[in-house]
């Protein structure tokens, strides 16, 4: 397997993550699945999948297909951007986003250290729905893009 490197961006912040990719499906159940099992893991509950927010997500990803930017679509969301090479999957991506789970300290509600928003948009405990989109980009890297209704993320507010 190769050991790709994955950047990722959220609201405010860009990362950086090197990752080992592995070959799994990118249907609409495997990120409401990966979502689940991390929000379940804090007591909170469920996400479903929600079209309108799949085909916001779709549209926005197919815009990047000429260059892969990552750059937010500053809409009306919440929203997780990952991208990487070759077989970045729906499951990577959120597992991804989820790694920032160790630089979030809820007693004191903010990041420690590095980066956390996008774990913390992924456990947000008002977010209901989310609909996201994979495509490959002509410079053959992958952009995935997750959007969350209601948002979340804000100052002063505890995800869960």
Known sequence: M?????FFSTICL??????TISKAQN????FVDTHN???AA??????????TLATYAQNYADSKIDTCEMEH???PYGENLAEGYDEMTAVEAVKFWATEKKFYNHHLNRCIGDECGHYTQIVWKDTKNIG?????CENNWV????????PGNYIGQHPY
Not at 144 to 149: A, L, R
């Open 2 to 6: 190769a050991s790709p490197t994955i």
């Open 73 to 75: 679509s500053n809409g």
């Open 27 to 30: 249907d609409p159940q495997d």
């Open 14 to 19: 860009v990362g950086f993550l090197v990752a």
């Open 42 to 51: 804090v007591g909170v509950g469920p996400v479903s999948w929600e079209d």
């Open 143 to 150: 952009f995935v893009i997750c959007s969350y209704n209601p």
């Open 132 to 136: 996201c989109a994979r495509v490959k």
């Open 37 to 39: 099992v991390i929000r």
